[in-house]
C-alpha cells in the first residue's frame, strides 16, 4: 500500500465569541492564540514557507483571509496568498494552478463544506492538490467545513437534536483525501455526537473523527491520528459492532448500536486508522509530573 507523503491537519473550528452571525463565529480565529496554526506551520519544516488560503466554503471570503492572513504572519510567514475561488470556472485557472504547485501549505477555510465541494470537486485545483498530497510534503489543513471537506464521505447537514434518529443526517462527497474516514467539526459545543454515530451505524467499516473548537489531528501517512489542541478528539470505531438496527427501521425511529468502540485522544495522544489501534502518550511526554506514570 502506498501512504501519501503529504499531512493533513483537520481542526475542529475557531471559538465560539457571542458574535450573533454564525459564520462570522466560525471565522474567528483563536486556536489556542495560534497554537494550532503554529503547528501547522512547523509542520512544513521550512523557515518561511509559501502559505495559501482558500475561502472557497465561505460567503465572506474576504473577511475570512484578512484574519487568516494576519495570524500566519504573526507566526512568521511572509508569503500569504488568497486563493479565491467562487466559481467552478475559476478553478481552472492557469494562475491559480501554478500557485498550487509552489506552495509548501494550503489552507481550507471554514464556511459551508457542500459550497466547497460543490465548487471545487472534480476541478483542476484540486485534483493537482490530491496528486500533490500523494507525491510530496505538502501541508493541506483545514478547519470547520475545510476539516469536515477532507474524507471521501461527508457529513454535509444534520439536526444535533434529531440526530438518534434515522434519517436525520445527510451525506454528501468530499475531496478524497482520506477513505473510510468520516469527520465531524464543532462536535462538542453543537452536540454531534449522535450525528458521527448514526454517520458510522450505517457505515461501520469507517472511522468517525469528532473535533471541538481548539482541537484538531495532525494526520500522517493517510492513517497515523495525532491530537493536538485543547481538548479531546473523538473516535468513533464500528468495526467490531454487534448488533445495529439503521437497516431495519424506517425513517424517524431511534437507532440501536451495540459494541461501538469509544476513544477519547487529549493532546499527542495517536489512534493508527489502519491497526484501529490507540495508543496514549506517558505523562513524562505530556511533560507532566515527569515519570509518574508510563502506558
Do not use: W
Not at 478547519?143 to 434529531?162: Q, V, Y
Not at 462538542?188 to 468517525?208: H, N, T, V
Not at 478528539?233 to 438496527?245: A, Q, R
Amino acid at each position: 500500500m502506498t501512504h501519501p507523503k503529504g499531512i493533513l491537519v483537520a481542526i475542529g473550528g475557531a471559538e465560539d465569541r457571542g458574535i450573533d452571525d454564525q459564520e462570522r463565529q466560525e471565522h474567528e480565529l483563536d486556536f489556542t492564540k495560534y497554537g494550532i496554526l503554529n503547528a501547522v506551520v512547523a509542520l512544513a519544516k521550512k523557515k518561511a514557507p509559501v502559505v495559501e488560503v482558500i475561502t472557497t466554503a465561505s460567503s465572506i471570503p474576504d473577511e475570512y483571509y484578512a484574519q487568516y492572513e494576519e495570524a500566519f504572519k504573526k507566526l512568521g510567514c511572509k508569503q500569504i496568498g488568497h486563493l479565491k475561488v467562487c466559481k467552478r470556472d475559476a478553478a481552472a485557472n492557469d494562475e491559480l494552478i501554478k500557485r498550487i504547485n509552489e506552495c509548501d501549505i494550503v489552507m481550507f477555510t471554514g464556511g459551508d463544506q457542500l459550497r466547497l465541494c460543490s465548487i471545487l470537486g472534480g476541478t483542476t485545483i484540486l485534483e493537482r492538490l490530491k496528486a500533490r498530497y500523494m507525491d510530496e510534503a505538502i501541508v493541506i489543513a483545514g478547519t470547520s467545513a475545510g476539516a469536515a471537506a477532507m474524507s471521501n464521505n461527508m457529513i454535509c447537514g444534520g439536526n444535533p437534536t434529531r440526530s438518534y434518529f434515522k434519517g436525520q443526517v445527510m451525506f454528501s462527497l468530499g475531496f478524497g483525501f482520506l477513505n473510510n474516514v468520516i469527520i465531524d467539526t464543532h462536535f462538542d459545543k453543537r452536540g454531534r455526537f449522535g450525528r458521527l454515530a448514526q454517520a458510522i451505524a450505517e457505515q461501520p467499516g469507517a472511522i468517525g473523527l469528532g473535533l471541538g473548537e481548539d482541537t484538531g489531528v495532525i494526520i500522517e501517512k493517510g492513517c497515523l491520528f495525532k491530537a493536538i489542541g485543547s481538548s479531546s478528539v473523538v473516535i468513533l470505531d464500528g468495526s467490531k459492532i454487534h448488533f445495529n438496527n439503521i437497516s431495519e427501521i424506517r425513517d424517524g425511529m431511534p437507532i440501536s448500536i451495540g459494541n461501538m468502540i469509544v476513544h477519547l485522544l487529549s493532546h499527542s495522544d495517536v489512534f493508527e486508522a489502519d491497526k484501529r489501534k490507540y495508543t496514549g502518550v506517558t505523562f513524562e511526554e505530556h511533560g507532566i509530573n515527569k515519570g509518574v506514570l508510563k502506558r
